[in-house]
Every structure is written in C-alpha cells, then in structure tokens.
C-alpha cells in the first residue's frame, strides 16, 4: 500500500527547475532512500512532501502529490495540519534550548490543552519510542543543549513523534555523527517503520543499501529510477544508475 504517490511533480527555484517531472510510489511502513550526487534535487523533493519549500520566495509547483487520496499541493490545504501529518528531521539536530521535557512536549502544548499527567505521559512515551527513556528519565529537566548529537538527533525524533505523524521525513540525518551513533540511529529507523513511513535522503549509498526497502536514484533533478533497493544495487535498469553506484561520477 502507498503513503504517498507523486504525479507529474515538478519545482522551481524562479527560472531554475529543481525537480522535473517526478513519478514515485512510497510504501506505507517502509523505508525508501533517496540517493544521488550533491545539487541533484533529492532535498528539494523531501521538503516538497511537507510543502517546507513554501516558505521559499520565488518558488512553485506542479503536478500532484497524493497522501491518503488528497493532493497536499492544493490551494486550500492546511499547512499546519500537513506538518503534523508529515513531519521533518533535519541533517543537523535543532533542540530547543529549553529542558529535555519542554522539548518533547513543545507540540502538544502549542496545539492542544493536554494536563500535566496526560504530558508527563506523552513524554514518557515519545522518549521510549527513541529509546531514550532509561538515558534520561532523571535528567528531563536538564537543557536539551547538554547532550550528546546522537542524543539531540533522537530528542528531535522523539518531538516529532509526539505530535503523532504518520510520515518522517529524515534529510541526511546522520551525516554529522560518528560511526557508532550513526549504528545506532540506524537501528532506531528500522523499529520507527513499523509504525511510520520514512523517507531519508541520504550522501551515503552504504547507509541507503543498509537500511532502506526502496531506493530512488536522482541526477539533475530527474529521478533516473526508481525500486526494490537491492534491485537498485545489484541490477539497475539505467546505465546512469550503474555509474554512480560503482562510483564512476558523484
């Protein structure tokens, strides 16, 4: 089943087309990794999903993005509402410099008159969700600026998940950590998908390969294929595709 289909999908930067003409399909529950050289437009398509690039002068769109049978590029969709719906994580961890607590509760508390048991309970649950729950329980009232960039790239997860979407975004999200942090993400990704759709974007084809259940491959705003991502890997359809897996350009 598809979580969101793209039709005819095209963006411009003013007269520079970023994206052209992008058909996908994206799996419900799966991962799908988007891969290609730095300018291709993997990022731009990633913020289309949650309409990030509207706070862009000069930027606009055409063709179709549907999300349980809805176009999201239509006029009179409500922006906040789709974020909630798709959420973002971005390359660098963003807390807020307030506690740990305040950070995973910021978004119920802004949308909705939530008591303090019903909050407490939601963080609880939010940083169980990350796996942070046992690191941080006694420390929630510390600034979230004291951890670790793994910790800050969970807690920022754990945000999102509070406010129930049901699409992550992840745009390079583990492209500042170390080896080791960047396993344990990983590894946080692959239990997030069996109750989110994910979408990463990803520099690193190792990680693509590792993780993610459908891969497409972009160049110069096209998305060049798109599939299965050991088909991807193993046997791509496109002659460009095989370039840039086995490191001829990129």
């Not at 399909?25 to 990633?46: D, H, M, R, V, Y």
């Not at 978004?107 to 407490?120: I, T, Y």
């Not at 294929?225 to 046997?235: A, Y």
């Amino acid at each position: 089943m598809y979580k969101i289909i793209t039709k005819n999908l095209n963006l411009w930067y003013g007269d520079f087309q970023a994206v052209k003409n992008v058909n996908a399909s994206f799996s419900e529950n799966k991962i799908t990794a988007i891969i290609g050289p730095s300018g291709c437009g993997k990022s731009t398509l990633l913020r289309i999903f949650n309409r990030m690039n509207d706070l862009i002068e000069g930027v606009r769109t055409s063709g179709e993005i549907i999300v349980d049978q809805e176009n999201i590029l239509d006029k009179g969709i409500d922006l906040v509402d789709l974020r909630k719906k798709i959420g973002m994580v971005f390359q660098r961890p963003n807390p807020f410099p307030l506690s740990i607590y305040e950070n995973v509760v910021f978004g119920q508390r802004v949308h909705n008159s939530l008591r303090k048991p019903e909050l407490d309970s939601l963080a609880e649950n939010s940083l169980r969700s990350v796996l942070l729950w046992d690191e941080l329980k006694d420390k929630l009232h510390k600034s979230a600026l004291s951890l670790s960039l793994e910790q800050k790239q969970r807690l920022c997860i754990a945000r999102l998940v509070a406010v129930k979407p049901e699409v992550l975004l992840m745009d390079e999200p583990c492209s500042t950590l170390d080896p080791q942090a960047t396993q344990r993400i990983e590894e946080l990704m692959r239990e997030l998908k069996n109750n989110y759709t994910i979408i990463i974007v990803t520099h690193s084809m190792q990680q693509a390969a590792r993780i993610s259940d459908d891969t497409g491959f972009m160049l110069l705003g096209e998305l060049i294929e798109f599939g299965k991502t050991d088909n991807i890997f193993t046997n791509p359809l496109d002659k460009r595709t095989e370039d840039y897996i086995t490191g001829r350009y990129g």
